[in-house]
């Protein structure tokens, strides 16, 4: 017998829905019959690939994919270790860094803790809050940067954690090294501070914060990044945490057996030492970076100042109408409406031939909606 008030689903998930990612390039050929070019602009998804050494070795791994992982990414947690001068121990690897922020919150957040998280940023920080019983106190975004006074101000006697996302997402702006200094110099021991910094590798900004220097005087700092976003391995899915050994012991706990398959272990080893590979991707990006603000300036308009490889920009109309337009010409963005800014698009800096493109269609359309 089924009562109708009685619900079967864990509590908070009323207050939650799905995660939509950005449009795949399939979905979109099979919704509007599209048979030319597609350009998806929308997940910030390096636009030329993995180092081609890294897939090399990746192909040769295939031979074993019968077999387990290694759990414990042996080789990997070794290579970070040496390239962040940190012991192995400080390490916890994840399938992304999305599985990885459930699993910090689930270690540390209580049923009542609060959690404080800046808004716009990404939506994992609070759906993991929720699921895990704790209470997001959301600190609006200041100027689109991350309000670190606010922030400050919102800590009270039931915070345990912080996230901060460095460079935010979707807005491309970054915590200053002296805004760091300030919130870490000034909490109560018992508040963790998690630097989510996924695309640190883009930040150019010297003012851009050392995270590492916090958690190597043994602070309460844990700092995720990602092999999805410069190193090109989005697909196989492959993050790391870096914290206190006594946190990461913790951790390990609830960690999945396998967060991280054999290919993609053997990738980004592979992809970590293509040194050269990286500065031809960060080429790429700058140059992209600029033909873009450039293209977005002559048309006029508004965009945020990036640190990251993504552009947040107002292009006018509601992204209701400006959205599936573009879709049908062949471009993917990410709707600001996502985070509350209708006439808003999160654009992923693409190759040189895409960055055109977009531009090219983004004019055309812009045009159309002036007409009417």
């Not at 196989?236 to 206190?244: E, F």
């Amino acid at each position: 017998m089924c009562r109708d008030d009685i619900s079967i689903f864990r509590n908070g998930l009323a207050e939650l829905t799905p995660y939509i990612p950005g449009k795949p390039v399939e979905e979109l050929r099979r919704e509007l019959g599209l048979k030319g070019r597609i350009v998806r602009l929308a997940s910030n998804e390096n636009p030329i690939g993995p180092s081609p050494k890294a897939v090399a070795r990746m192909k040769k791994t295939l031979d074993e994919i019968n077999l387990y992982p290694d759990g414990g990414c042996y080789e990997l947690r070794e290579a970070l270790a040496a390239k962040h001068s940190l012991s192995p121990g400080h390490f916890i690897f994840g399938n992304g860094v999305d599985n990885l922020i459930p699993l910090v919150v689930n270690t540390f957040v209580n049923s009542g803790d609060e959690v404080i998280i800046p808004t716009p940023s990404f939506a994992a920080y609070r759906t993991s809050t929720i699921v895990a019983g704790g209470i997001p106190v959301e600190v609006p975004l200041k100027n689109f940067c991350i309000d670190m006074e606010s922030i400050y101000k919102a800590v009270g006697p039931k915070t345990k954690m912080i996230f901060i996302c460095n460079p935010n997402n979707p807005t491309g702006t970054i915590v200053y090294e002296e805004e760091l200094n300030r919130l870490l110099g000034s909490l109560p021991p018992g508040v963790l501070v998690v630097m989510d910094e996924a695309y640190y590798e883009y930040a150019e900004d010297v003012r851009y914060p050392d995270s590492l220097l916090y958690l190597r005087e043994n602070g309460n700092v844990i700092v995720f990044r990602t092999f999805s976003k410069i190193f090109g391995l989005a697909g196989l899915r492959l993050g790391y945490g870096m914290a206190r050994p006594d946190y990461v012991s913790q951790m390990e706990k609830i960690r999945e057996p396998f967060a991280a398959n054999r290919v993609v272990q053997a990738g980004a080893l592979e992809a970590l030492a293509d040194r050269e590979y990286i500065r031809q991707v960060k080429d790429v990006h700058m140059m992209g970076k600029q033909v873009i603000c450039d293209g977005l300036t002559s048309l006029g308009i508004f965009f945020i100042p990036t640190e990251a490889n993504f552009i947040f920009a107002d292009l006018v109309v509601d992204m209701k109408y400006l959205f599936p337009e573009l879709l049908k010409r062949g471009v993917i963005i990410r709707p600001g409406s996502f985070w509350g800014h209708p006439t808003f698009a999160r654009i992923t800096i693409g190759t040189p031939d895409e960055n055109n493109f977009f531009l090219e269609q983004l004019a055309d359309a812009l045009k159309l909606f002036k007409q009417l």
